[in-house]
């Protein structure tokens, strides 16, 4: 089915590991975002990519790592977990100025981190 | 500076009556576009409505409505006939020059029967 993905969408891990949140899309939008969502602060960008190959960091960028070597993936990495990145993380594409359409965020379902 | 801003982390509404979720933005980029989320208990997030600066006309979607006015800077959204389905967390996002997007801290709307 044609759409955003995220994988996997619930995971324990422990801190200091490595932790690699997947996100794939099927519309080939240039543009791909990962937020995280955390009680009391809505969504905070952690970085985006405007194509291939291109990133940038968002708002709260420390701890996290990621790639886009296709359009279609956007992998996002915590490279030494912590308990402060205990959160649910969206990944999500947008195709702003295509046709009339409103460039409106696309999301991905979420994905579920717990750092113990 | 960019930001949105919701003041109501928490709203209650008598089903099939109107509500008001409030939302107020700061931006200097004289265009922009402001958009209302859907988030069910369920998680997913779910586009609502979008309203572009230059538009003259507010923005509606079936009982949605967004109530836009650019000089106070606030972007409201109206539902209208509340249904018990329309319990859940909405968010506010503004996207601005380079395709960023911006959200609020959410307003909590809960539908009482």
């Known amino acids: 089915d044609a759409g955003i993905t995220q994988s996997p969408r619930y995971k324990i891990t422990e801190t200091g590991r490595q932790v690699t949140l997947m996100c794939h899309q099927t519309w080939s939008h240039s543009y791909m975002f990962w937020y995280r969502q955390d009680l009391g602060h809505g969504l905070r960008l952690i970085y985006y990519s405007a194509a291939a190959d291109i990133t940038d960091k968002g708002e709260v960028p420390d701890g996290y790592v990621v790639s886009r070597s296709k359009t279609e993936n956007f992998p996002l990495t915590l490279e030494s977990a912590t308990r402060s990145q205990t959160s649910v993380y969206f990944c999500a594409s947008s195709e702003p100025g295509r046709d009339s359409n409103t460039g409106e965020l696309f999301f991905g379902e979420g994905s579920r981190l717990t750092v113990l | 500076a960019q930001k949105i801003t919701q003041t109501q982390p928490g709203m209650f509404v008598q089903e099939k009556e109107a509500v008001t979720l409030d939302c107020t933005y700061d931006?200097?980029?004289?265009?922009?576009?402001l958009f209302w989320y859907k988030q069910p208990s369920s998680g997913e997030m779910i586009f609502l409505i979008y309203q572009g600066s230059y538009d003259q006309q507010n923005a509606t979607e079936g009982r949605y409505s967004l109530n836009f006015q650019k000089a106070r800077k606030s972007a409201n959204l109206v539902i209208s006939a509340s249904q018990l389905g329309d319990s859940a967390m909405y968010f506010c996002?503004?996207?601005?020059?380079?395709?960023?997007?911006?959200f609020g801290t959410g307003t909590s709307l809960t539908v009482i029967p």
């Open positions: 931006t200097s980029d004289p265009s922009y576009g």
């Open positions: 996002a503004m996207r601005v020059t380079g395709n960023q997007f911006y």
